[in-house]
């Protein structure tokens, strides 16, 4: 049997990709208890499943899978439209819902539709520069930055952001609202292109799991 290599994105998305691959009978006792110790260790792995498991920053997940470091990836769609690496994306496994958004002060909203070269701030470069280009066909100067972005249309640094909402909170209580939708956003599952042939069984298999899984939790 070859072993398999899962790249998950750290954090929340990276406990729901373990209780679910768990729930599919893919990670072993001793990855379990190894994971459960609280341990700061990145890397995972079980001799006698042939399974490794290691947590990366969820836009470096893509990275990864394209360079076949892990043969399998669990990321958001949020970082895959960003990093646009050609990978297999074989499954939407519903959690980490949110929505890709344009967002800004209440009182932009007539500027956004009218208006031309913005400054927008993001984390999300390639995806803003996109969206404003194709769907507005208008020019921005993109502003990128680390986190915290609804900070920028604050303190003036941008005119808009475009950001992942999930509950809206954030914008909420920082005085801003969501503008436009980009796309909706959640988990999925992608695969490197050479294992998806080199170890076609294996990966089938642990689809073809997952989605039964799915199947059930959505009735
Ligand atoms: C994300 C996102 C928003 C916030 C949205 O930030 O960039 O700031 O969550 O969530 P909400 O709609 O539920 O309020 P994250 O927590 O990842 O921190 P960051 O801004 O430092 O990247």
Not at 162 to 178: F, M, P, Q, S, Y
Not at 181 to 202: D, G, L, Q, Y
Not at 207 to 212: A, D, F, Q, R, V
């Amino acid at each position: 049997m070859s072993s398999i290599v899962f790249a998950l994105a750290k954090g929340r998305l990276a406990e729901h990709a373990m209780k679910l691959l768990d729930e599919a009978g893919i990670i072993c006792d001793e990855i379990k208890s190894d994971m459960g110790r609280g341990s700061r260790k990145l890397i995972f792995s079980s001799e006698e499943s042939k399974t490794s498991f290691f947590l990366a920053k969820a836009p470096d997940v893509p990275t990864y899978v394209d360079y076949g470091a892990a043969d399998i990836g669990v990321a958001g769609k949020d970082s895959l439209l960003e990093e646009r690496r050609n990978l297999y994306e074989v499954l939407d496994l519903g959690f980490g819902a949110c929505r890709m958004i344009v967002a800004g002060r209440e009182d932009m909203r007539e500027r956004l539709r009218r208006g031309n070269n913005f400054r927008v701030a993001t984390k999300y470069p390639n995806i803003a520069l996109n969206w404003f280009a194709r769907q507005k066909q208008q020019s921005v100067e993109i502003i990128r930055l680390a986190g915290s972005v609804e900070l920028a249309p604050i303190i003036g640094l941008a005119d808009f952001i475009v950001d992942i909402a999930e509950t809206g909170r954030t914008l909420r209580e920082n005085g801003l609202c969501a503008l436009e939708e980009i796309t909706p956003i959640s988990a999925r599952m992608v695969v490197n292109r050479a294992s998806m042939k080199i170890k076609h069984a294996r990966v089938v298999g642990i689809i073809k799991k997952l989605k039964g899984i799915l199947r059930e939790t959505q009735r």
